[in-house]
């Protein structure tokens, strides 16, 4: 139980890792023999451990109330509260894509409306409140950016992107119409305000350098808003037509390649600049954290934003791009998963936050 008061937002991202290792594998452009059956069991390794997760911040809530509220004061581990919605929305769009396989389609879309609101609600909060306390109550270095503050603001897209999914199970009508709107605009929300920070994380990686800590794992998040932004886009695109006007959801579809292919090319881009300076923080040292989960529902994402590349474009080129990318996937969830798994029961990774920040530097 003592364990409990260290348990930090951040454990969420390991939902958000798994779950994307079910939702983009059942969007692969390839079907391999035993892949439906190996997404069906990681779908419910992920759901289990959401709820496992949300038993335990409950207790820990009620257990050590003080440890709980401290992490929402601190300027690196505030952020992560973003990582729950998205874990609700991870298992919700798994539930529409794989789940329905082994509980039933109706039980499935219901469970995916529930998470779905649940989290779209957390998202919206998040995204509108953790912002809100930077600007007013943290103290910010200006060498501070990092990943992580993307982790509230992107919740929004990932609604966008699997509330696209339940479109299909909505009435026509005017209900339908306004889920579509309404995606769209959650998708506008975090797209620009994750572009901004974004830039500022660019900013500060060419004014100071990085952290050469555990931190640096967390630049693979700038793939999250790139991915699922292309992704949303893929699938706001193909179910426009149950709800608005053919020649609008033509524009909408078109959106989605015009929109998709250049973001996807920034974010082949970013993928090598991430690359690169993980593998320099790892030659020197970088010691295992719950930041390396980032390095798995960012990728997922980059996936599924291609897959939907390759249906809207029929090229070969994307379908390979994105096998490529899962291959990657699943060897980078494994480690971490293993690590994770370990970690949690030596309790190591229960640890309190780091009260000072994390200094940037070049060399």
């Known amino acids: 139980m003592a364990r409990l008061a ?13 779950g994307i290792v079910a939702t983009a594998g059942a969007t692969l452009p390839l079907h391999v023999p035993g892949l439906t059956v190996f997404t069906r069991a ?9 709820v496992v997760l949300t038993v335990a911040v409950i207790v820990q809530r009620v257990r050590h109330p003080v440890a709980a509220r401290g992490y929402a004061r601190n300027p690196q581990m505030t952020h992560f509260y973003g990582a729950a919605p998205m874990a609700l929305m991870t298992v919700a769009a798994g539930a529409v894509l794989t789940g329905k396989d082994l509980i039933g389609e109706r039980p499935a879309v219901d469970l995916a409306w529930v998470l779905w609101t649940a989290g779209t609600l957390g ?16 103290d910010v270095e200006p060498d501070a950016a990092f990943g992580g503050w993307l982790m509230p603001v992107v919740p929004p897209m990932v609604s966008a992107a699997s509330g696209a999914l339940l479109l299909p199970h909505m009435a026509p009508g005017t209900g339908r119409a306004t889920m579509l709107y309404g995606c769209y605009a959650m998708f506008g929300l975090s797209l620009i305000a994750g572009l901004i920070i974004i830039t500022m994380i660019w900013s500060r990686l060419a004014l100071y350098g990085t952290s050469g800590t555990a931190r640096v794992p967390t630049l693979w998040i700038v793939l999250g808003p790139l991915g699922q932004g292309i992704t949303a886009a893929g699938l706001l695109g193909s ?14 579809n078109v959106f989605a390649v015009v929109f998709g292919v250049p973001v996807w090319g920034f974010a082949v881009l970013w993928i090598v600049l991430a690359t690169e300076l993980t593998v320099r923080t790892m030659r ?3 010691p295992f954290a719950l930041t390396w989960w980032s390095l798995t529902f960012p990728v997922g994402t980059f996936v599924t934003g291609t897959a ?9 080129a994307f379908e390979v791009a994105a096998v490529v990318a899962y291959v990657a996937l699943l060897g980078t969830w494994a480690l971490v998963a293993v690590r994770t798994a370990r970690g949690g029961l030596a309790g190591t990774l229960f640890t309190p936050p780091p009260a000072d920040p994390v200094k940037a530097r070049k060399g």
């Open 308 to 316: 939907q590349l390759a249906v809207h474009t029929g090229l070969p």
């Open 42 to 50: 990681v779908w419910v390794v992920a759901a289990v451990l959401l």
């Open 239 to 252: 179910h426009a037509g149950l709800a608005v006007a053919p020649e609008l959801a033509g524009a909408m």
């Open 6 to 18: 260290h348990l930090g937002p951040n454990w969420f991202a390991s939902v958000m890792g798994t």
């Open 123 to 138: 998202g919206l909060f998040t995204a509108a409140t953790i912002p809100f306390l930077m600007f007013t109550q943290l």
């Open 284 to 286: 020197r040292g970088m």
